[in-house]
């Protein structure tokens, strides 16, 4: 339908790692580790949907549809912050109680003392450098990232059209 209607690109991103985010943390975990059951929710998600984008694009004949790793971008720094210069992936700069997981960021909330340090923002949404960190997995990331494809090659393709 959407080819129909004249789409051309359409970017699809997969699910996060929703058991790894201060939320679910806060809920579901005991000792830092990520939520298993949502983890693997995801794991069997995205493999799915990866599969239908190229089903779709296959049926269409033209790489219209690209798939974000949204997993993939996400894990890299989860799973080992300080590589990204980051102090912790599993507490969020700002809201309350563990793992700063819990409500929203009010201004009753703690706040951390320097954002830049922290992946999540909040008890689900990356911090502003984390979000600068999956940017750039969409614009030059591999196929591991972006498939068939990331945004710098179709902006290249496409402006040559």
């Known amino acids: 339908m959407l080819f129909e209607l004249g789409a ?11 058991g790894c985010v201060p939320a679910e943390l806060a809920l579901r975990s005991r000792n830092g580790e990520c939520a298993i059951e949502l983890q693997r929710a995801a794991s069997l998600f995205n493999p799915q949907l990866f599969e239908m984008i190229d089903g779709l694009n296959n049926e269409i004949g033209s790489s219209i549809f690209i798939a974000a790793n949204a997993f993939d971008m996400h894990m890299d720094f989860v799973s080992n912050p300080q590589a990204y210069g980051f102090v912790t992936s599993k507490v969020a700069c700002c809201g309350q109680g563990p793992y700063n997981g819990l409500g929203l960021c ?3 909330s703690n706040l951390c ?3 830049n340090l922290f992946a999540f923002w909040d008890g689900f949404h990356p911090s502003e450098k984390a979000n600068r ?5 969409l614009l030059t990331g591999s196929t591991q990232y972006m498939n068939p494809m990331n945004l710098s090659t179709i902006l290249a393709m496409d402006s040559r059209v």
């Open 8 to 18: 051309r690109r359409v970017l699809v991103t997969a699910t996060g790692p929703i």
């Open 106 to 108: 009010t201004t009753l």
């Open 113 to 115: 003392p320097n954002r």
């Open 133 to 137: 960190i999956i940017v750039q997995r």
